[in-house]
Nanobody, 124 residues
Framework: EVQLQASGGGLVQTGGSLRLSCAAS????????IGWFRQASGKEREGVSC????????YYTDSVKGRFTISSDVAKNLVYLQMDSLKPEDTAVYYC?????????????????WGQGTQVTVSS
């Protein structure tokens, strides 16, 4: 059974940090790109970051560049999203998702598996 489980969300003040984790099972982790998406209340889901499990190349949406860092531990089938200098506009439910193949993008329809989401709330 394919599972993606996101965790690590919570409530933090502006300027604070959180580290999200995505635990994957049930598929060959190294054959997939893993992306983080977020969806704020009343808004569409958007791509935040993506890492290719094969070579570790990382990609970020412009609004989080320099503040968020994605990394993967292929041996443990884990992907992390370190979020620093958090802003109220980062408040959203964060989802991890897996896309077959090595290349990263933020096209939601190309992702095969999704986790359940974890809430991140940044207070001002």
């Amino acid at each position: 059974e394919v599972q993606l489980q996101a965790s690590g969300g919570g409530l933090v003040q502006t300027g604070g940090s959180l580290r999200l984790s995505c635990a994957a099972s049930g598929f060959t982790f190294g054959d997939y790109a893993i992306g983080w998406f977020r969806q704020a209340s009343g808004k569409e889901r958007e791509g935040v970051s993506c890492v290719s499990s094969s070579d570790g190349n990382a990609y970020y949406t412009d609004s989080v560049k320099g503040r968020f860092t994605i990394s993967s531990d292929v041996a443990k089938n884990l992907v992390y999203l370190q979020m620093d200098s958090l802003k109220p506009e980062d408040t959203a439910v964060y989802y991890c998702a897996a896309k077959r193949g090595y290349s990263c993008n933020f096209y939601i329809e190309e992702y095969d598996y999704w986790g359940q989401g974890t809430q991140v709330t940044v207070s001002s």
